[in-house]
């Protein structure tokens, strides 16, 4: 069955970095894109990021682009999440997510929480 | 760009039927597929409908999806509810002209 794992999530400094990492099993993970999606505390689900099953292209909405980049490693099945300059609004669940045709997000994480504080 | 916008909280008794709404913002709500997700607090966000009103495997028949070109609108109708229905609600779209994935704002169903 398809299993994603999130890990690397924690509390880091107004600017710092953090690294998450979404272990994947269950299916051919090359043939798939991939999404990160966090929710923020008392918020809604918000998509971050999207890369293409062959890691040649990624996507993100204004409000991360420039400080996080999304990464893949097919041959260890394995998602990253960078994060730069990582701000208080960026406190959130981060959940990996596998797509399905180019809308759907069809399984995932049980999320890592980062939380960005003072 | 457009927005999905959806009630903030619904409620009915066990065994009723509810719907959910979603109406996007700007554009036909036909021109691009719905999906509708389950997330308990807890526990991974669940698809219960894609495509508008297509159930993936393992979903009850309780849960149906619509979309209604007049109001565009899409609505997530549960029927029989259970107290095991009681999570939030998202409807999510993709907006193919920017490549961004869009999530309604959620909607917290309660059965009690």
């Known amino acids: 069955q398809v299993q994603l794992v999130e890990s690397g999530g924690g509390v880091v400094q107004p600017g710092g970095s953090l690294r998450l990492s979404c272990a994947a099993s269950g299916f051919t993970f090359s043939n798939y894109g991939m999404h990160w999606v966090r929710q923020a505390p008392g918020k809604g689900l918000e998509w971050v990021t999207f890369i293409r099953f062959d890691g040649n292209r990624e996507y993100y909405p204004d409000s991360v682009k420039g400080r996080f980049t999304m990464s893949r490693d097919n041959s260890r099945n394995t998602l990253y999440l960078e994060m730069n300059s990582l701000r208080p609004e960026d406190t959130a669940v981060y959940y990996c997510?596998?797509?399905?045709?180019?809308?759907?997000?069809?399984?995932w994480g049980l999320g890592t929480q980062v939380t960005v504080s003072s | 760009n457009f927005m999905l916008t959806q009630p903030h909280s619904v409620s009915e008794s066990p065994g009723k039927t509810v719907t959910i709404s979603c109406t996007r913002s700007?554009?036909?709500?036909?021109?691009?597929?719905v999906q509708w997700y389950q997330h308990r607090p807890g526990s991974s966000p669940r698809n219960v409908i894609f495509e508008d009103n297509q159930r993936p495997s393992g979903v009850p028949d309780r849960f149906s999806g619509s979309i209604d070109s007049s109001s565009n609108s899409a609505s997530l109708t549960i029927s029989g509810l259970e107290t095991e229905d009681e999570a939030d609600y998202y409807c999510?779209?993709?907006?193919?002209?920017?490549?961004?994935?869009?999530f309604g704002g959620g909607t917290k169903l309660t059965v009690l």
């Open positions: 700007s554009g036909s709500i036909a021109s691009d597929f």
């Open positions: 997510a596998k797509g399905k045709g180019a809308a759907i997000f069809d399984y």
């Open positions: 999510q779209s993709y907006d193919g002209s920017r490549s961004h994935w869009v």
